[in-house]
T-cell receptor, first 115, second 111 residues
Framework: AQKVTQAQTEISVVEKEDVTLDCVYETRDTTYYLFWYKQPPSGELVFLIRRNSFDEQNEISGRYSWNFQKSTSSFNFTITASQVVDSAVYFCALSAEYNFNKFYFGSGTKLNVKP | DADVTQTPRNRITKTGKRIMLECSQTKGHDRMYWYRQDPGLGLRLIYYSFDVKDINKGEISDGYSVSRQAQAKFSLSLESAIPNQTALYFC??????????FGPGTRLLVL
């Protein structure tokens, strides 16, 4: 079975603080993809990153970075020097070899960045 | 213009009414999906379609039906709406095995 757990329901930080959003996944497949999406207050879902199971290199994009560790089945997302515009709900998702078309979403982490 | 559009963006309806939510895409993707989002539950898959002739149930298909009128159009129907179908509904598209791209969402309130 496939499952994604985002244990942090809501996080509040002050602007310029670093924050890490946790994502733990479960799958028996050896080939799978992991994703992060951002949902700002306006409601749309914005794709942030896609990572396949064979690529454990960390990725950095501006203030965003992702740490993929197969040993702990985690795909954590860090925002450095957070800004108010980062306030959103962030979703982690998994698709696996069993059926790549089916995405399994975590329940989301709401990030509040206060000025 | 947006690649994935949904109409209407907001809808209020009454219990027992039939309503249709529509999704169109210009991305040329063959896969299309309908999800609903409820607070604290993330997104749950209602139906997905590989092409015009292929429709598959997701994890919460009861009370819903879909129609894939063309490669670019995928509609979701609530035959007889009930209050617990109040939610935010998203359409998404993808190529096989690739990233899903979402529409702007439809907020549905069933009174």
């Amino acid at each position: 079975a496939q499952k994604v757990t985002q244990a942090q329901t809501e996080i509040s930080v002050v602007e310029k603080e670093d924050v890490t959003l946790d994502c733990v996944y479960e799958t028996r497949d050896t080939t799978y993809y992991l994703f992060w999406y951002k949902q700002p207050p306006s409601g749309e879902l914005v794709f942030l990153i896609r990572r396949n199971s064979f690529d454990e290199q960390n990725e950095i994009s501006g203030r965003y970075s992702w740490n993929f560790q197969k040993s702990t089945s985690s795909f954590n997302f860090t925002i450095t020097a957070s800004q108010v515009v980062d306030s959103a709900v962030y979703f982690c998702a998994l698709s696996a070899e069993y059926n790549f078309n089916k995405f399994y979403f975590g329940s989301g982490t709401k990030l509040n960045v206060k000025p | 213009d947006a690649d994935v559009t949904q109409t209407p963006r907001n809808r209020i309806t009454k219990t027992g009414k039939r309503i249709m939510l529509e999704c169109s895409q210009t991305k040329g993707h063959d896969r299309m999906y309908w999800y609903r989002q409820d607070p604290g539950l993330g997104l749950r898959l209602i139906y997905y379609s590989f092409d015009v002739k292929d429709i598959n149930k997701g994890e919460i298909s009861d009370g819903y039906s879909v129609s894939r009128q063309a490669q670019a159009k995928f509609s979701l129907s609530l035959e007889s709406a009930i209050p617990n179908q109040t939610a935010l509904y998203f359409c998404a598209t993808s190529r096989v095995g690739e990233t899903q791209y979402f529409g702007p969402g439809t907020r549905l309130l069933v009174l």
